[in-house]
Protein backbone atom coordinates (compact mmCIF):
# COMPACT_ATOMS: atom_id res chain seq x y z
CA UNK A 1 0.00 0.00 0.00
CA UNK A 2 1.27 3.53 -0.86
CA UNK A 3 1.77 5.88 1.44
CA UNK A 4 -0.67 8.44 -0.15
CA UNK A 5 -3.38 5.88 1.04
CA UNK A 6 -1.87 5.57 4.60
CA UNK A 7 -2.18 7.61 7.64
CA UNK A 8 1.67 8.70 8.94
CA UNK A 9 2.48 7.69 12.12
CA UNK A 10 6.00 9.25 12.73
CA UNK A 11 6.38 7.45 16.50
CA UNK A 12 6.08 4.05 14.02
CA UNK A 13 8.63 5.09 11.45
CA UNK A 14 11.07 6.23 13.72
CA UNK A 15 10.68 2.58 15.85
CA UNK A 16 10.63 1.04 12.36
CA UNK A 17 13.80 2.46 11.07
CA UNK A 18 15.79 2.05 14.27
CA UNK A 19 14.68 -1.51 15.03
CA UNK A 20 16.20 -1.56 11.02
CA UNK A 21 12.94 -2.78 9.51
CA UNK A 22 14.11 -2.40 6.04
CA UNK A 23 9.86 -1.85 4.97
CA UNK A 24 9.88 1.27 7.15
CA UNK A 25 13.00 2.49 6.03
CA UNK A 26 11.87 1.83 2.09
CA UNK A 27 8.67 3.81 3.19
CA UNK A 28 10.45 6.23 4.67
CA UNK A 29 12.96 7.35 2.05
CA UNK A 30 9.28 7.46 -0.28
CA UNK A 31 8.21 9.87 1.69
CA UNK A 32 10.96 12.11 1.68
CA UNK A 33 11.15 11.84 -2.08
CA UNK A 34 7.57 13.09 -2.06
CA UNK A 35 6.79 16.50 -3.12
CA UNK A 36 3.41 16.95 -1.01
CA UNK A 37 3.76 19.51 1.58
CA UNK A 38 2.16 17.29 4.61
CA UNK A 39 4.79 14.43 3.41
CA UNK A 40 7.61 17.31 3.77
CA UNK A 41 6.45 18.47 7.53
CA UNK A 42 5.80 14.77 8.34
CA UNK A 43 9.15 13.88 7.17
CA UNK A 44 10.88 16.73 8.42
CA UNK A 45 9.65 15.39 12.30
CA UNK A 46 11.10 11.79 11.24
CA UNK A 47 14.55 13.77 10.42
CA UNK A 48 14.88 15.55 14.33
CA UNK A 49 13.89 11.78 15.49
CA UNK A 50 16.74 9.94 13.52
CA UNK A 51 19.62 12.62 13.29
CA UNK A 52 21.06 10.99 16.60
CA UNK A 53 21.38 7.53 15.81
CA UNK A 54 23.10 8.99 12.46
CA UNK A 55 27.08 9.46 11.49
CA UNK A 56 28.75 6.52 12.31
CA UNK A 57 28.71 4.90 8.82
CA UNK A 58 31.58 4.86 6.33
CA UNK A 59 30.10 6.65 2.93
CA UNK A 60 31.41 5.65 0.15
CA UNK A 61 31.13 7.33 -3.26
CA UNK A 62 31.14 4.93 -6.66
CA UNK A 63 31.64 6.74 -10.32
CA UNK A 64 32.76 6.20 -13.71
CA UNK A 65 31.40 6.13 -17.02
CA UNK A 66 28.34 4.28 -18.00
CA UNK A 67 29.30 -0.05 -18.55
CA UNK A 68 32.42 0.70 -16.20
CA UNK A 69 30.69 -1.98 -14.00
CA UNK A 70 29.80 -0.09 -11.32
CA UNK A 71 26.97 -2.26 -10.01
CA UNK A 72 28.54 -5.42 -10.08
CA UNK A 73 31.46 -3.97 -8.45
CA UNK A 74 29.47 -2.50 -5.26
CA UNK A 75 28.14 -6.43 -5.19
CA UNK A 76 31.13 -8.46 -5.34
CA UNK A 77 32.59 -5.18 -2.83
CA UNK A 78 29.62 -5.16 -0.93
CA UNK A 79 29.45 -9.16 -0.27
CA UNK A 80 33.47 -8.89 0.30
CA UNK A 81 32.34 -6.18 3.72
CA UNK A 82 29.29 -8.07 4.75
CA UNK A 83 31.55 -11.79 4.87
CA UNK A 84 35.23 -10.40 5.80
CA UNK A 85 34.53 -7.66 7.96
CA UNK A 86 31.01 -8.37 9.49
CA UNK A 87 29.57 -5.26 8.06
CA UNK A 88 25.52 -4.21 7.12
CA UNK A 89 25.54 -2.66 3.84
CA UNK A 90 23.30 -0.06 2.24
CA UNK A 91 23.44 1.05 -1.56
CA UNK A 92 21.96 3.96 -2.65
CA UNK A 93 21.38 4.06 -6.51
CA UNK A 94 21.11 6.67 -8.81
CA UNK A 95 19.52 6.38 -12.16
CA UNK A 96 18.96 9.06 -14.48
CA UNK A 97 15.68 10.60 -15.23
CA UNK A 98 13.98 11.38 -18.55
CA UNK A 99 14.18 15.09 -19.08
CA UNK A 100 10.88 14.44 -21.47
CA UNK A 101 8.64 12.56 -18.46
CA UNK A 102 11.05 12.33 -15.45
CA UNK A 103 10.83 8.73 -15.88
CA UNK A 104 13.67 6.22 -14.55
CA UNK A 105 14.63 2.83 -15.28
CA UNK A 106 16.20 1.98 -11.83
CA UNK A 107 16.95 -1.33 -12.79
CA UNK A 108 20.68 -1.16 -10.89
CA UNK A 109 19.10 -3.70 -7.87
CA UNK A 110 18.84 -6.16 -10.76
CA UNK A 111 22.70 -6.26 -11.63
CA UNK A 112 23.34 -6.93 -7.59
CA UNK A 113 22.38 -10.27 -7.64
CA UNK A 114 24.28 -11.46 -4.59
CA UNK A 115 23.39 -8.27 -2.46
CA UNK A 116 20.00 -8.32 -3.32
CA UNK A 117 19.57 -12.15 -1.69
CA UNK A 118 21.48 -10.80 2.03
CA UNK A 119 19.52 -10.21 5.15
CA UNK A 120 22.98 -7.78 5.65
CA UNK A 121 22.18 -5.58 2.56
CA UNK A 122 19.60 -2.95 1.63
CA UNK A 123 19.85 -1.45 -1.89
CA UNK A 124 17.58 1.49 -2.52
CA UNK A 125 17.42 2.78 -6.74
CA UNK A 126 16.07 6.07 -6.66
CA UNK A 127 15.59 8.31 -9.87
CA UNK A 128 17.71 11.85 -10.41
CA UNK A 129 14.58 13.79 -11.09
CA UNK A 130 17.06 15.92 -13.42
CA UNK A 131 18.96 17.08 -10.78
CA UNK A 132 22.08 17.43 -11.83
CA UNK A 133 25.88 15.97 -10.42
CA UNK A 134 25.45 12.68 -10.24
CA UNK A 135 22.89 12.30 -7.33
CA UNK A 136 19.20 12.43 -6.51
CA UNK A 137 17.97 15.42 -4.69
CA UNK A 138 17.15 13.42 -1.39
CA UNK A 139 20.03 11.04 -1.42
CA UNK A 140 21.66 12.43 1.69
CA UNK A 141 18.49 12.16 3.71
CA UNK A 142 18.40 8.59 2.63
CA UNK A 143 22.14 7.80 3.48
CA UNK A 144 20.84 9.39 7.07
CA UNK A 145 17.80 7.15 7.12
CA UNK A 146 19.93 4.15 6.25
CA UNK A 147 22.77 4.79 9.15
CA UNK A 148 19.85 5.35 11.68
CA UNK A 149 18.61 2.10 10.30
CA UNK A 150 22.16 0.46 11.25
CA UNK A 151 23.88 0.16 8.16
CA UNK A 152 27.29 0.91 8.99
CA UNK A 153 28.65 1.27 5.34
CA UNK A 154 26.90 3.24 2.60
CA UNK A 155 27.25 3.27 -1.16
CA UNK A 156 26.12 5.80 -3.38
CA UNK A 157 26.63 4.70 -7.01
CA UNK A 158 26.25 7.69 -9.36
CA UNK A 159 24.40 8.11 -12.76
CA UNK A 160 27.29 7.69 -14.30
CA UNK A 161 27.84 10.76 -16.38
CA UNK A 162 31.93 11.23 -16.57
CA UNK A 163 34.19 14.43 -15.00
CA UNK A 164 30.56 16.71 -13.99
CA UNK A 165 29.91 14.06 -10.85
CA UNK A 166 31.33 15.95 -8.38
CA UNK A 167 28.70 15.86 -6.08
CA UNK A 168 28.78 12.79 -4.50
CA UNK A 169 31.92 14.32 -2.50
CA UNK A 170 30.16 16.29 -0.65
CA UNK A 171 28.33 13.37 1.07
CA UNK A 172 30.91 10.46 1.32
CA UNK A 173 34.27 9.91 3.15
CA UNK A 174 35.61 8.05 0.12
CA UNK A 175 35.36 8.44 -3.39
CA UNK A 176 36.01 5.92 -5.87
CA UNK A 177 36.12 5.78 -9.65
CA UNK A 178 36.23 2.90 -12.03
CA UNK A 179 38.06 2.84 -15.25
CA UNK A 180 38.42 0.29 -17.93
CA UNK A 181 40.70 -0.18 -20.35
CA UNK A 182 41.22 2.01 -23.36
CA UNK A 183 38.57 4.46 -21.89
CA UNK A 184 41.36 7.39 -22.99
CA UNK A 185 41.09 9.14 -20.03
CA UNK A 186 44.75 9.04 -18.43
CA UNK A 187 45.29 12.72 -19.81
CA UNK A 188 42.33 14.06 -18.33
CA UNK A 189 43.53 13.65 -14.88
CA UNK A 190 45.25 16.78 -15.03
CA UNK A 191 42.09 18.55 -16.02
CA UNK A 192 39.65 19.74 -13.19
CA UNK A 193 37.22 18.05 -12.19
CA UNK A 194 36.42 14.74 -10.74
CA UNK A 195 40.20 13.54 -10.77
CA UNK A 196 40.61 16.03 -8.31
CA UNK A 197 37.84 14.49 -5.86
CA UNK A 198 38.68 10.82 -6.05
CA UNK A 199 40.52 9.05 -3.16
CA UNK A 200 40.78 5.73 -5.06
CA UNK A 201 40.84 4.63 -9.09
CA UNK A 202 40.20 1.43 -9.86
CA UNK A 203 40.83 -0.06 -13.17
CA UNK A 204 38.22 -2.33 -13.65
CA UNK A 205 37.32 -5.97 -15.58
CA UNK A 206 40.76 -6.92 -15.32
CA UNK A 207 40.60 -9.72 -17.18
CA UNK A 208 42.83 -11.88 -19.40
CA UNK A 209 41.76 -10.13 -22.84
CA UNK A 210 42.38 -6.72 -21.16
CA UNK A 211 45.83 -7.10 -19.12
CA UNK A 212 47.76 -5.26 -21.70
CA UNK A 213 46.14 -2.70 -21.83
CA UNK A 214 45.17 -2.37 -18.33
CA UNK A 215 48.88 -2.85 -17.30
CA UNK A 216 50.25 0.37 -18.92
CA UNK A 217 47.23 2.50 -18.38
CA UNK A 218 48.12 1.15 -14.32
CA UNK A 219 51.72 2.70 -14.70
CA UNK A 220 50.54 5.96 -16.49
CA UNK A 221 48.18 6.39 -13.28
CA UNK A 222 50.72 5.49 -11.15
CA UNK A 223 53.34 7.96 -12.89
CA UNK A 224 50.32 10.31 -12.75
CA UNK A 225 49.17 10.16 -8.87
CA UNK A 226 52.65 10.20 -7.91
CA UNK A 227 52.96 14.15 -9.23
CA UNK A 228 50.16 15.31 -7.95
CA UNK A 229 49.90 17.28 -3.87
CA UNK A 230 48.34 15.25 -1.28
CA UNK A 231 45.54 16.62 0.61
CA UNK A 232 45.44 17.29 4.49
CA UNK A 233 46.10 14.06 5.56
CA UNK A 234 48.66 13.23 3.15
CA UNK A 235 46.69 11.02 1.27
CA UNK A 236 47.80 10.46 -2.49
CA UNK A 237 45.14 8.62 -4.46
CA UNK A 238 45.78 5.07 -4.96
CA UNK A 239 45.52 3.18 -8.14
CA UNK A 240 44.03 -0.91 -7.92
CA UNK A 241 43.56 -3.61 -10.90
CA UNK A 242 40.42 -5.15 -10.25
CA UNK A 243 37.80 -8.20 -11.87
CA UNK A 244 34.54 -8.12 -10.13
CA UNK A 245 33.79 -11.40 -12.77
CA UNK A 246 37.16 -13.20 -11.35
CA UNK A 247 36.19 -11.33 -7.41
CA UNK A 248 40.21 -10.27 -7.93
CA UNK A 249 41.35 -7.23 -6.32
CA UNK A 250 39.44 -6.74 -3.05
CA UNK A 251 41.30 -7.41 -0.33
CA UNK A 252 43.58 -4.06 -1.44
CA UNK A 253 40.76 -2.35 -1.97
CA UNK A 254 38.79 -2.89 1.42
CA UNK A 255 42.47 -2.18 3.25
CA UNK A 256 42.94 0.64 1.38
CA UNK A 257 39.44 2.22 1.95
CA UNK A 258 39.73 1.27 5.91
CA UNK A 259 43.86 2.82 5.63
CA UNK A 260 42.04 6.08 4.40
CA UNK A 261 39.72 6.04 7.20
CA UNK A 262 41.92 5.67 9.72
CA UNK A 263 44.25 8.16 8.79
CA UNK A 264 41.68 10.50 7.79
CA UNK A 265 40.72 10.29 11.52
CA UNK A 266 43.82 10.71 12.73
CA UNK A 267 44.43 13.96 10.90
CA UNK A 268 40.99 15.58 11.77
CA UNK A 269 40.57 15.96 7.94
CA UNK A 270 37.57 13.37 8.11
CA UNK A 271 35.97 15.29 11.40
CA UNK A 272 36.38 18.60 9.19
CA UNK A 273 34.88 17.19 5.68
CA UNK A 274 31.59 15.90 7.13
CA UNK A 275 31.41 19.65 8.87
CA UNK A 276 31.84 21.44 5.35
CA UNK A 277 29.71 18.76 4.11
CA UNK A 278 26.89 19.65 6.38
CA UNK A 279 27.64 23.67 5.36
CA UNK A 280 27.20 22.52 1.60
CA UNK A 281 24.19 20.86 2.39
CA UNK A 282 22.65 23.68 4.67
CA UNK A 283 23.84 25.98 1.74
CA UNK A 284 21.38 23.66 -0.69
CA UNK A 285 18.43 23.54 1.67
CA UNK A 286 18.19 27.06 1.84
CA UNK A 287 18.91 27.28 -1.66
CA UNK A 288 16.04 24.89 -2.47
CA UNK A 289 13.68 26.11 0.10
CA UNK A 290 13.89 30.13 -1.32
CA UNK A 291 13.41 28.28 -4.58
CA UNK A 292 10.22 26.54 -3.18
CA UNK A 293 9.16 29.55 -1.19
CA UNK A 294 9.22 31.31 -4.36
CA UNK A 295 7.59 28.70 -6.62
CA UNK A 296 4.64 28.12 -4.56
CA UNK A 297 3.33 31.82 -4.49
CA UNK A 298 0.39 31.62 -6.81
CA UNK A 299 1.13 35.31 -7.82
CA UNK A 300 4.36 35.13 -8.85
CA UNK A 301 4.05 32.69 -10.65
CA UNK A 302 1.42 33.41 -12.44
CA UNK A 303 3.89 36.60 -13.21
CA UNK A 304 6.53 34.41 -14.31
CA UNK A 305 4.55 32.12 -16.53
CA UNK A 306 3.07 36.10 -18.23
CA UNK A 307 6.42 37.05 -18.72
CA UNK A 308 8.12 33.44 -19.49
CA UNK A 309 4.63 33.57 -22.35
CA UNK A 310 6.24 37.08 -23.68
CA UNK A 311 9.64 36.03 -24.60
CA UNK A 312 11.07 36.04 -28.13
CA UNK A 313 14.02 34.78 -29.92
CA UNK A 314 15.95 38.08 -28.73
CA UNK A 315 18.54 37.41 -26.40
CA UNK A 316 18.50 40.99 -24.93
CA UNK A 317 14.34 40.83 -24.36
CA UNK A 318 15.04 37.79 -22.30
CA UNK A 319 17.72 39.82 -20.18
CA UNK A 320 14.83 42.76 -19.68
CA UNK A 321 12.46 40.61 -18.55
CA UNK A 322 14.36 38.68 -16.18
CA UNK A 323 15.54 41.53 -14.52
CA UNK A 324 11.71 42.99 -14.42
CA UNK A 325 10.54 39.70 -12.84
CA UNK A 326 13.70 39.82 -10.44
CA UNK A 327 12.93 43.64 -9.79
CA UNK A 328 8.70 41.83 -9.00
CA UNK A 329 10.29 39.57 -6.10
CA UNK A 330 12.63 42.31 -4.25
CA UNK A 331 9.51 44.17 -4.37
CA UNK A 332 7.80 40.95 -2.42
CA UNK A 333 9.95 40.08 0.05
CA UNK A 334 12.34 43.33 0.78
CA UNK A 335 10.15 46.23 0.57
Request: aromatic letters at 6%; glycine letters at 6%; a positive charge.
Amino acid sequence: MSIKSKIINIGDFTKGILSGNRTILSRAITLGESDLENHRKEFKKLMKNILPSTGKSIRIGITGIPGVGKSSFIDVLGIHLIEKFHKKVAVLTIDPSSQINKGSILGDKVRMEELSRSDKAYIRPSPSKTVLGGIAESTREALLLCEAAGYNVIFIETIGVGQSETEVDNLVDFLIMLQIAGAGDDLQIIKRGIFEKIDLLVLHKAEKENLSQIEKEFSNFKQIFSMLNSNESNWIPGVVKCSSHEKKGFDEISEIIFRYINQSKSSKLFEIKRKEQNKKWFDYLINTRIKNLILNDNKILKEIKKYRNNLTKDSLETLRLSDEVILILKKKFFS
